[in-house]
């Protein structure tokens, strides 16, 4: 069974640029969440959209954004990059009923704005 | 609002070495509790979960109990090896069924043989 997939791993940008990552979740899975680490705040949630449908939604500026596909694949988006949106963006999936929301996560896409 | 707490690392242990790592959260409710474990280069992988007071989780030797009374959720392992070697990340979610989760800052270990 393939695990999530995100595309690309790594990436270099510069100010003001935007980035789109990928994500392609666990076959059957119908739920994606987005999270972005970094040393100093550590695991942030992003968002999580389910059915296509933007579930939950973290606190960040609206220059993220995302949107999810009918074949559960999403993708998120940055626009108008900063030097402090240099992260790692880790994309997890899940079932999305109400088990037990265990997260799968993919190995995450390595963002360097320069 | 909802947070986690984890002991500081890093921590460095001998192999055999006795294991514990400090979480002790803030939530309304009742949330359910988990332990990500990152190895380098990788996502993070679930470790062990819990999603009510008095359980216990445990896979791979590694254990934490739901403690509601102390708002805690420490790791164990008797015997760390090596390969445990990895960052260790408590985190909860507010209700059963939400994805998303709060992450503690994660705690660095390093095992030496």
């Known amino acids: 069974k393939a695990g999530v997939t995100q595309t690309p791993r790594y990436l270099i940008k510069t100010r003001g640029q935007q980035v789109t990552l990928s994500c392609s979740p666990i076959?059957?899975?119908?739920?994606v969440s987005w999270y972005q680490q970094t040393p100093g705040q550590g695991l942030q949630f992003l968002f999580e959209?389910?059915?296509?449908?933007?579930?939950n939604k973290g606190n960040f500026p609206g220059r993220f954004s995302g949107r999810q596909f009918s074949n559960s694949r999403s993708e998120m988006n940055v626009s108008t990059l900063e030097l402090g949106d240099s992260a790692l963006y880790l994309c997890?999936?899940?079932?999305?009923?109400?088990?037990?929301?265990?997260?799968?996560f993919g190995a995450g896409s390595r963002l360097t704005v320069l | 609002g909802n947070s986690v707490t984890q002991m500081e690392g890093p921590v460095t242990l001998s192999e055999e070495a006795f294991l514990t790592i400090n979480c002790t959260y803030t939530?309304?409710?009742?949330?359910?509790l988990f332990w990500y474990v990152q190895y380098p280069g990788e996502g993070l992988q679930l470790l062990l979960k819990?999603?009510?007071?008095?359980d216990k989780g445990s896979n791979k030797g590694f254990e934490a109990t739901y403690r509601k009374e102390t708002t805690s959720f420490h790791l164990e392992k008797g015997s760390v090896q090596v390969s445990d070697s990895a960052v260790y990340f408590c985190?909860?979610?507010?209700?059963?069924?939400?994805?998303?989760?709060?992450f503690g800052t994660g705690t660095r270990l390093t095992i030496i043989p």
């Open positions: 819990a999603t009510k007071a008095d």
């Open positions: 997890a999936s899940s079932g999305g009923g109400s088990g037990a929301n265990v997260l799968t």
């Open positions: 076959s059957g899975h119908r739920s």
């Open positions: 959209y389910f059915s296509e449908t933007q579930r």
């Open positions: 985190a909860l979610s507010d209700f059963l069924g939400n994805e998303k989760l709060t």
């Open positions: 939530a309304t409710g009742y949330p359910s």
